[in-house]
């Protein structure tokens, strides 16, 4: 079940908090939390049906709560949060799937922190699906524990990672950005990762990719979809993962001939089909070698779906 907090979610967080036990109830009254009378009882328990977390909404949810509070304690969120999550633990288990995503000006990383406590962290740490949307991050923050948490991620989606700066991946070894140094340790720390999700991003790449290498036995399944490479570096990282099923490339830009070098000559033996639709022309060494995946003559662009451009009118054509 996925915690619907979108819609409502102010209520939802009213229902869960009835189902808290008496001890539970007594430390928030004692931080001046005043909670819903337990009547009347949920049909079902609830909590135990939660399997999926988008921790972003139900944060807002929880907030939003919170606003109705007659004397409302600063660290009011924070407490009903770690109740909250607990109470998730204790009847549920571990998540299968967790959203993590920035919320505006008025997020902070320690509310995400809570996650990492002894008595919480087990939320996580069997996490299959994990989504990583232009997730805030500080250099000692969440980003920088997960490596450590969640280590069985199956399913990595990776959304609207801009950065500060453009990011190298022969700049690694000199590097303090904390971002891209974490979401590297994220992939190498990885078991059995099959799915790496890339869309709208245009930072960090070449630090993600080159550890992909890691993952090399296990990946199966590669999209990138509104990405920026520009500065990437070469995709060794990518190229080591010859045992991929489905690789797809979405309206990308700056890929250049220097990236795709590693792809060539290599040997996917288990890769039936590269999907590529893009702006313009692209780079045409990499269409080459798209088709010579596909099984089409290099004088055809047949299997690329290639799109108008609004600043290249005069040198797109579109092809089916």
Not at 148 to 168: A, I, M
Not at 272 to 297: A, D, H, M, P
Request: charged share 25%; proline share 4%; hydrophobic share 35%.
């Amino acid at each position: 079940m996925t915690t619907p907090f979108h819609n409502g979610g102010h209520k939802l967080i009213t229902t869960y908090l009835r189902s808290l036990d008496v001890e539970e109830r007594r430390d928030l009254k004692l931080k001046g939390i005043k909670l819903p009378s337990v009547s009347p009882i949920p049909l079902f328990n609830y909590p135990s049906l939660i399997r999926h977390l988008d921790y972003g909404e139900m944060l807002y949810s929880v907030e939003v709560w919170c606003r109705n509070l007659p004397k409302r304690r600063s660290d009011s969120v924070i407490s009903i949060m770690r109740v909250l999550l607990r109470l998730f633990l204790h009847n549920a288990g571990p998540l299968s799937s967790l959203k993590l995503a920035t919320l505006g000006e008025d997020y902070t990383d320690e509310k995400c922190m809570i996650l990492t406590e002894p008595e919480i962290k087990g939320l996580i740490t069997s996490v299959r699906t994990l989504s990583l949307d232009g997730f805030y991050y500080s250099e000692q923050g969440l980003l920088a524990k997960l490596p450590e948490l969640c280590q069985n991620v199956e399913h990595l989606y990776l959304r609207g990672w801009y950065g500060h700066q453009p990011c190298k991946a022969d700049t690694t070894s000199s590097t303090n950005d904390s971002a891209a140094i974490s979401l590297r340790r994220l992939i190498k720390a990885q078991k059995n990762l099959k799915t790496f999700d890339m869309i709208n991003c245009r930072a960090h790449l070449g630090y993600m990719i080159s550890a992909l290498d890691t993952q090399s036995v296990s990946l199966r399944s590669m999209k990138f979809r509104l990405v920026d490479f520009k500065d990437c570096g070469p995709w060794e990282g990518l190229a080591s993962c010859i045992k991929l099923r489905n690789l797809e490339f979405w309206f990308c830009k700056g890929i250049t001939h220097k990236m795709i070098k590693p792809l060539l000559g290599k040997i996917f033996t288990e890769l039936e089909e590269v999907k590529l639709l893009q702006y313009g022309i692209g780079c045409e060494e990499f269409n080459y070698w798209v088709n010579n995946i596909n099984g089409i003559s290099s004088t055809s662009n047949c299997n690329i779906c290639t799109v108008v451009d609004e600043y290249e009118p005069e040198n797109t054509k579109l092809y089916c």
